[in-house]
Each structure stands twice: as C-alpha cells, then as structure tokens.
C-alpha cells in the first residue's frame, strides 16, 4: 500500500540552525513527490515537485532532494519565518488522482 | 499570488442547516478538483474528487449524500455538507490540478473553517 511518513514530527531550531526533515515513502511507481508548507489555519503552500531520484530544486534557504525511498527538505540558517508545518505528498503513476500525504513535520525556529 | 480561491474563509451556522463553500481556480483550468478535510494536528484526508462535467468520486467511508460536490467549471468547484452537525466542524480545503505556467502541479485554496453548533 503506498504510504508517505515524516519525521520528525516536530522540530526546533534556533535562528541560524540548519537541518533536515525526512519524507519516506513507498509507492508502487512515483509520478511526483510534493512538498507543501502549511501555516496554522491556512491551506498548504506549494513548495517544490520532484519526479525523479537525484532531483533537486532549491527556494531561498530551501533544498529538497529525492532518492528512491525518501526527500529531504533541507533548511539552511532557519529564520522565525520558516517556522511551519512541512508537509511532504506522494502521487502514484497508476492512480495519480490520489496524492498521498504524511503528517508533517512542525517546525519551530527561535530567534 | 494565490492560484486557489475559497469562500467563505470561515462560516458559523446551525445544526441541521446546510452550507456550500466554494473553490475557484484563478491563474488555470483546472482539469481535476479535490476537496479535502483536516482535523487539527493532523494532516489533510482526501473526500472526494471530481472531474469538470462529471460525477465526483469519493472516497471510502465519505457519504456522497452528506457532502455534496459539483463541479460546474473548469475554474469553479462547490462543496455543499447537508445537514450539517457539531460532528461536521472542521476545516475544509479544496485543491486544484492545472498547468500554470507549463507546469502541471496540484494548488491548495486558503481553507474553510467551518463550525457547526
């Protein structure tokens, strides 16, 4: 059955303090993995599409990458303004209507 | 700028009345609509999908007669929840699939907080 998990589910970082959040997942045949940034009472925001292993793409202080099994999306030096809930989905080739997401990761960035 | 639109953002009515909320798509056609619901602290649960012109497809354990999809538009999706109860509060997002600019990718609307008393 194809499934997307995150980890961690919540994170914090200080202002400064790169990291990483992990989406794996399984999938019988990937089309596209998603990465989506979700603030609180908000709909998620489109961040990057990867369709295939060793992609990468990268936005401001964000770099996502996809292998096989799993993305990273890759923080550098946070700001309090990243500060959110990473979402990471999954759409398969034979069933693209569906889109597969994890639970997030909730990042906190103190100043 | 937001490629998805949603109205109302928040909307409080009375068990047993029904409410609609829209979803427009505003930079592209959008050949496939999604609606969804998610509880908080939790992540997003696909409802249904529908085509343009075509029946909505729902997914298991969502009641067709309870959550009303139309799809009237390539730019324009409605959820309408019937009756609605206490247990039917939630927040509900809608989706949109198109190109926009060359690229084909799914767009979220802002969300629907919806609470019934």
């Known amino acids: 059955e194809d499934q997307v998990t995150q980890s961690p589910e919540a994170l914090r970082l200080q202002e400064g303090e790169s990291s990483s959040l992990n989406c794996s997942y399984t999938v019988s045949g990937l089309r596209g993995l998603f990465w989506y940034r979700q603030d609180p009472g908000k709909g998620p925001e489109f961040l990057f599409t990867?369709?295939?292993a060793g992609e990468e793409k990268e936005k401001e202080r964000l770099k996502a990458t996809l292998t096989k099994k799993e993305s990273f999306l890759h923080i550098t030096a946070p700001k309090p303004e990243d500060s959110a809930t990473y979402l990471c989905?999954?759409?398969?080739?034979?069933?693209?209507?569906?889109?597969?997401f994890g639970s997030g990761t909730k990042l906190n960035v103190k100043p | 700028g937001a490629v998805v639109s949603q109205h109302p953002s928040r909307v409080i009515c009375k068990s047993g009345t029904s409410v609609k909320i829209e979803c427009r798509s505003l930079?592209?056609?959008?050949?496939?609509m999604f609606w969804y619901r998610q509880f908080p602290k939790q992540s997003l649960m696909l409802m249904a999908t529908s085509n343009e012109g075509s029946k909505a497809t729902y997914e298991q354990g969502v009641e067709k007669d309870k959550f009303l999809i139309n799809h009237a538009s390539l730019t324009l999706s409605t959820l309408t929840v019937t009756s609605a109860h206490p247990e039917d509060s939630s927040f509900y997002i809608c989706?949109?699939?198109?190109?926009?600019?060359?690229?084909?990718?799914?767009?979220f609307g802002p969300g629907t907080r919806l609470l019934v008393l």
């Open positions: 989706s949109a699939r198109g190109k926009n600019r060359g690229v084909e990718t799914q767009y």
């Open positions: 990867l369709y295939s």
């Open positions: 930079d592209f056609q959008a050949t496939t």
């Open positions: 989905a999954v759409q398969g080739l034979y069933n693209f209507n569906k889109f597969y």
